[in-house]
Nanobody, 125 residues
Framework: QVQLVESGGGSVQSGGSLRLSCAAS????????MGWFRQAPGKEREGVAA???????NYADSVKGRFAISQDNAKNTLYLQMNNLKPDDTAMYYC???????????????????WGQGAQVTVSS
């Protein structure tokens, strides 16, 4: 079991930047695959970025070149650096974790068992 707590959400103007953090506790963080998801009102939750224990990453096409996922294993913390934010990036952002290796760097919701409570990101035009 792992517990996840997001922080760092907020409101920015279009073109601005934010960094989300996700603090993990309760298990061996470095053995988990970690991901960021987001859900806008009235829309399905979608995968944004994933990172595995080796540091390999995967991104949704909509955020490639703008977002960067990273982790600090010593601090048991996952990050999502978001640059050049757009109004379409407005959503609740969720941190997720899973220990099943056969899913690779999947961005599918079913590939993650553990979820944080979410952090709101609002981008105004």
């Amino acid at each position: 079991q792992v517990q996840l707590v997001e922080s760092g959400g907020g409101s920015v103007q279009s073109g601005g930047s934010l960094r989300l953090s996700c603090a993990a506790s309760g298990s061996t963080y470095s053995s988990y695959r970690m991901g960021w998801f987001r859900q806008a009102p009235g829309k399905e939750r979608e995968g944004v970025a994933a990172i595995d224990s080796d540091g390999s990453t995967n991104y949704a096409d909509s955020v490639k070149g703008r977002f960067a996922i990273s982790q600090d294993n010593a601090k048991n913390t996952l990050y999502l650096q978001m640059n050049n934010l757009k109004p379409d990036d407005t959503a609740m952002y969720y941190c997720a974790a899973d220990y099943r290796t056969f899913f690779g760097l999947s961005l599918a919701r079913y590939a993650y068992n553990f979820w944080g409570q979410g952090a709101q990101v609002t981008v105004s035009s």
